[in-house]
């Protein structure tokens, strides 16, 4: 004699389905605009501990240190990774949102901010886990402490400061990501533009990152 399942088994299946269903399209949805709940993300810097992914791949290193004597004139392909520190504004990241998103307490306001320089692969494409987590390795550096360089624009269509994001020794967070196969150079503007560029170009040649293998 079969057992028929009781209308209580089947109504808390079902309503623990649904409450999946919604965390993940909460998630997917909250990447577009930078407004992720903290559930959404693995990494809380503010006040809390910072862990690298498991999918952080294995074999990324931070490519470079950077230290004065800074480079000076316009940026280069080999000059762009490093920039002094001193005048840039000071940032405390609260979490990752994906490759080229975090939000940040700037000027005592948490605001989401866009990386301007580069552009990763969107949630539920080829490399989006990698770029992420390459991100988070390399804000958790400096215990999520980073500054930030206002360039031709200050916002996107989101409302998302658009910044260079530097570490605290003035290492260029979007050069790295770049230069190690993790993102896309932004092409339609900007002062590290034409380095970014060039270092896309470098990173597709030599086959590194998720991006060019």
Known sequence: MRVRPSLLVLTFVASVLLAACSEDS????????????????????VGGATQPSDRTPSTFEVPRSCAAPYPSGPPTVTTVFCADPASMTQAAVVRIIDGD???????????????????????????????????????????????????????????????????????SIDAVLVAEGYAYAWTRDGALRDPLIDLEAIARLEKRGCLWR
Not at 26 to 44: F, H, L, M, N, W
Not at 118 to 128: L, S
Not at 142 to 167: E, F, K, M, S, W
Request: hydrophobic fraction near 35%.
């Open 101 to 171: 998103t975090l939000r940040a307490i700037v000027d005592g306001t948490e605001e989401p901010v866009r990386l301007f320089g580069v552009d990763t692969p969107e949630r539920g494409k080829a490399c989006f886990s990698e770029a992420t987590d390459v991100l988070r390795v390399l804000v958790a550096m400096h215990g999520g402490q980073i500054r930030l360089v206002r360039d031709a624009r200050n916002r996107d269509p989101n409302d998302r400061l658009l910044r260079y994001v530097y570490t605290p020794t003035g290492l």
């Open 26 to 45: 909460q998630v997917e949805d909250c990447a577009a605009d930078g407004d992720c709940p903290p559930s959404a993300t693995a990494t809380t810097y």
